[in-house]
């Protein structure tokens, strides 16, 4: 039978208690397995709270409420707490705040909180005004819908006393460093997706349900989810979902639930580090409010396995779609690498945003490149307008060889030192883009390396030759490209224009000293409109310029 005692009789018991293991978690009040309500009235802030370790039907923490000065911890301590339940929840938090939910007790145990099955409902729910939690180094697995809920929904039974943006707002929401696998729905859940208006029946009214500001989703694993990896909406402000990995999300194929991290209604989150395979869904979807940045995130074969015989029902590596976008809000999408998406790598299809930037990423054997060469790489909706889209720098190959891998086989993304994507790109530092998915500042050498990763090998680049040449202007071009020559060259140098299909349209050496030039120049009015590369060899050294010409 499940006991329900109060927390100060807990306090008492427990000075009889063996301690478990040689746990250094120093605990204030210690929990045996078998209780399964913990009441904050006799809970103090600061206080540390210690699960100890064995089977757990549930967990609920009602009213359990710190300060921001002095959380109150709850953790696992002499080995690990298994919750397996057919209950509603694995653990609730009950008008919960300034919480740290911690499996981190023992050093050797990856995760010590492990919810290993819920039979009728969701690993975790941060719920009834809960606020300012942190959970971390738990594992989630089996549950008949999602991972973690964190949302107050705004009917709870009264209708004179509803819970809406008017009256609660939930701050500084964390969680890190958590595994989430084999999840019927969402993986993670933030936010209402209802940002809009939520409809309640049993009132006959529409209100608008609470906001989150301040939301970090970090350092997470996320495998094998029916629904989206990770989705976040209504967070409006001060969101960052970034370094988590998402493996084999949307396996329910449920319409409008296929992504590995949904930024929906509402949201405005940084998204950036996040490494992304063989999903279903789109890689990444971004309905939010605007003003924020997608950058540095690895995305392999978004959708390739979803109806793969027909090529019309698309998934991309990000799509950019619009809900509510806050005037004169932007999208910028940087440095990504999109591997074989199934249909194009970036779909932007945003008509309300006052700009968007897709620059610096690189993007290979996009599905759609058989059927619509010109949208397969880039997709820009016919309804956007093309003077709020600015295109730079972007690398795009047909097939996965040609960017030069590390160990494509393997999974390492990282570039060869003598990749044509090292040197590609634009600098984007004044973005505060300074750092690669490994943490890695860039640029490295001269200029940033195209997509997610910027190689830190020495040899990186062409370094010498580097300093030599310009960049090309105009770019976009129209009639003539002029290359600067920035230091005497006494070697060969060649230029060649490349399609991206591999067609050669230009194509000039120069074997004289060419010292007392200034600039080069490539006539370029006989040259149809499209991307292309530009190669210039100086000597055997290779530099590779992205080129559009536009007529």
């Given at each position: 039978?499940?006991?329900?005692?109060?927390i100060?009789?807990?306090?008492?018991?427990?000075?009889?208690c063996?301690?478990?293991?040689?746990?250094?978690?120093?605990?204030?009040?210690?929990i045996?397995?078998?209780?399964?309500d913990?009441?904050?009235?006799?809970?103090?802030?600061?206080?540390?709270?210690?699960?100890?370790?064995?089977?757990?039907d549930?967990?609920?923490?009602?009213?359990?409420?710190?300060?921001?000065?002095?959380?109150?911890?709850?953790?696992?301590?002499?080995?690990?707490?298994?919750?397996?339940?057919?209950?509603?929840?694995?653990?609730?938090?009950?008008?919960?705040?300034?919480?740290?939910?911690?499996?981190?007790?023992e050093?050797?145990?990856?995760?010590?909180?492990?919810?290993?099955?819920?039979?009728?409902?969701?690993?975790?729910?941060?719920?009834?005004?809960?606020?300012?939690?942190?959970?971390?180094?738990?594992?989630?697995?089996?549950?008949?819908?999602?991972?973690?809920?964190?949302?107050?929904?705004?009917?709870?039974?009264?209708?004179?006393n509803?819970?809406?943006?008017?009256?609660f707002?939930?701050?500084?929401?964390?969680i890190?460093?958590?595994y989430?696998?084999d999840?019927?729905?969402?993986?993670?859940?933030?936010?209402?997706?209802?940002?809009?208006g939520?409809?309640?029946?049993?009132?006959?009214?529409?209100?608008?349900?609470?906001?989150?500001?301040?939301?970090q989703?970090?350092?997470?694993?996320v495998?094998?989810?029916?629904?989206?990896?990770?989705?976040?909406?209504?967070?409006?402000?001060?969101?960052?979902?970034?370094n988590?990995?998402?493996?084999?999300d949307?396996?329910?194929?449920y319409?409008?639930?296929?992504?590995?991290i949904?930024?929906?209604?509402?949201?405005?989150?940084?998204?950036?580090?996040?490494?992304?395979y063989?999903?279903?869904?789109?890689?990444?979807?971004?309905?939010?409010?605007?003003?924020?940045?997608?950058?540095?995130?690895l995305?392999?074969?978004?959708?390739?396995?979803?109806?793969?015989?027909?090529?019309?029902?698309?998934?991309?590596?990000?799509?950019?779609?619009?809900?509510?976008?806050?005037?004169?809000?932007?999208?910028?999408?940087?440095n990504?690498?999109?591997?074989?998406?199934?249909?194009?790598?970036?779909?932007?299809?945003?008509?309300?945003?006052?700009?968007?930037?897709?620059?610096?990423?690189?993007?290979?054997?996009?599905?759609?490149?058989?059927?619509?060469?010109?949208?397969?790489?880039?997709?820009?909706?016919?309804?956007?307008?093309?003077q709020?889209?600015?295109?730079?720098?972007n690398?795009?190959?047909?097939?996965?060889?040609?960017?030069k891998?590390?160990?494509?086989?393997?999974?390492?993304?990282?570039?060869?030192?003598?990749?044509?994507?090292?040197?590609?790109?634009?600098?984007?530092?004044?973005?505060?883009?300074?750092?690669?998915?490994?943490?890695?500042?860039?640029?490295?050498?001269?200029?940033?390396?195209?997509?997610?990763y910027?190689?830190?090998d020495?040899?990186?680049?062409?370094?010498?030759?580097?300093?030599?040449?310009?960049?090309?202007?105009?770019?976009?071009?129209?009639?003539?490209?002029?290359?600067?020559?920035?230091?005497?060259?006494?070697?060969?140098?060649?230029?060649?224009?490349?399609?991206?299909?591999?067609?050669l349209?230009?194509n000039?050496?120069?074997?004289?000293?060419?010292?007392?030039?200034?600039?080069?120049?490539?006539?370029?009015?006989?040259?149809?409109?499209?991307?292309?590369?530009?190669?210039?060899?100086?000597?055997?050294?290779?530099?590779?310029?992205?080129?559009?010409?536009?007529?």
């Open positions: 039978m499940k006991k329900h005692i109060s100060a009789i807990l306090s008492i018991i427990c000075l009889l063996t301690i478990i293991g040689k746990s250094q978690v120093n605990c204030d009040i210690e045996p397995s078998d209780v399964v913990i009441d904050g009235s006799d809970i103090n802030p600061g206080d540390v709270i210690c699960l100890l370790p064995g089977h757990k549930f967990l609920r923490l009602v009213d359990v409420q710190g300060t921001e000065a002095m959380p109150i911890t709850i953790i696992n301590k002499g080995g690990a707490v298994v919750i397996n339940t057919d209950h509603f929840y694995g653990v609730k938090f009950d008008n919960c705040k300034h919480i740290i939910f911690s499996g981190n007790g050093p050797d145990i990856d995760y010590g909180i492990q919810i290993t099955r819920v039979g009728s409902g969701a690993g975790m729910s941060v719920d009834n005004r809960s606020t300012n939690v942190e959970i971390e180094y738990v594992e989630i697995s089996f549950t008949l819908i999602g991972g973690i809920y964190a949302k107050t929904e705004p009917y709870q039974g009264d209708c004179d509803l819970i809406t943006r008017e009256n707002t939930m701050y500084d929401l964390k890190h460093d958590c989430l696998h999840i019927a729905d969402e993986g993670f859940y933030i936010g209402s997706s209802k940002y809009t939520q409809t309640i029946d049993s009132c006959n009214i529409v209100v608008l349900p609470h906001v989150i500001v301040g939301v989703i970090y350092n997470n694993i495998e094998n989810t029916g629904w989206d990896g990770i989705q976040v909406s209504s967070a409006i402000e001060d969101c960052k979902i970034y988590n990995i998402i493996r084999y949307s396996y329910e194929e319409p409008s639930q296929m992504s590995g949904l930024i929906g209604g509402g949201a405005k989150c940084d998204c950036y580090n996040n490494q992304i063989d999903g279903k869904g789109d890689g990444i979807d971004i309905f939010g409010l605007g003003d924020m940045k997608i950058y540095n995130n995305i392999v074969r978004a959708g390739r396995s979803f109806e793969p015989n027909d090529v019309n029902k698309f998934k991309h590596g990000i799509y950019v779609g619009e809900l509510v976008t806050t005037p004169g809000a932007d999208f910028k999408l940087y990504n690498t999109i591997i074989s998406p199934k249909s194009s790598g970036i779909k932007y299809a945003n008509t309300q945003a006052t700009m968007g930037y897709i620059k610096n990423n690189l993007i290979t054997d996009p599905g759609q490149l058989p059927y619509s060469s010109s949208t397969a790489y880039l997709n820009i909706d016919v309804d956007v307008d093309p709020k889209v600015e295109i730079s720098n690398f795009e190959q047909p097939n996965n060889t040609t960017p891998f590390v160990d494509y086989n393997n999974y390492n993304f990282d570039l060869k030192p003598d990749s044509p994507a090292v040197n590609y790109g634009t600098s984007l530092t004044a973005e505060g883009i300074t750092f690669d998915i490994e943490d890695r500042f860039r640029p490295f050498h001269t200029y940033f390396d195209a997509g997610a910027e190689c830190h020495p040899y990186a680049g062409i370094n010498e030759y580097q300093t030599m040449i310009g960049m090309p202007y105009p770019n976009p071009a129209n009639d003539f490209i002029n290359i600067p020559i920035l230091r005497s060259i006494d070697k060969s140098v060649s230029l060649k224009l490349v399609s991206l299909t591999g067609n349209v230009f000039s050496s120069y074997t004289n000293d060419i010292s007392d030039i200034n600039e080069l120049i490539i006539d370029t009015k006989n040259i149809i409109s499209g991307e292309y590369i530009l190669q210039i060899n100086i000597d055997g050294n290779s530099i590779n310029r992205p080129i559009i010409i536009v007529k």
